[in-house]
């Protein structure tokens, strides 16, 4: 079973590997959300200095705001899960640094597929 240490292992100097389940999820969600959030929170500066003279479309900042909590609590969890639950079923010990670029991963995947998306529907 993971200790209670083992949650915050992603904020250490990695050299304690991680094993179970709940630990590698809860990593790997935590920084998909920090890193997510980071890239949302700069691209909604760039919207609001872009748009601060326009009535309505100042809102889009807003939405990407938004943005930034809704795919981390929802596919994120899911994707973490996923890779967690594959990870520890076939009991592959790794490193917290790891579990680090797991999480930026997920966020850079996102971004990836949400701009191609943007871009093919202009």
């Known amino acids: 079973m993971a200790t209670e240490s083992q949650f915050f292992l992603a904020f250490t100097n990695g050299s304690n590997p991680i094993e179970d389940f709940l630990p590698y999820w809860f990593n790997i969600l935590i920084w998909c959300i920090i890193?997510?959030?980071v890239i949302h929170v700069l691209a909604a500066l760039v919207a609001f200095r872009a748009l601060r003279f326009q009535r309505i479309g100042s809102y889009a900042a807003c939405i990407f705001?938004?943005?930034s909590l809704i795919y981390p609590l929802t596919g994120?969890?899911?994707f973490s899960a996923l890779i967690a639950g594959v990870l520890s079923t076939v009991e592959i010990d790794i490193e917290a640094n790891y579990?680090?670029?797991i999480g930026v991963a997920l966020t850079f995947a996102y971004v990836v597929t949400s701009y191609s998306r943007v871009l093919a529907s202009l």
Do not use: E, K, S
Request: hydrophobic share 75%; net charge neutral.
């Open 35 to 37: 890193t997510n959030v």
């Open 65 to 67: 705001l938004l943005v």
């Open 76 to 78: 994120g969890a899911i």
């Open 99 to 101: 579990v680090v670029l």
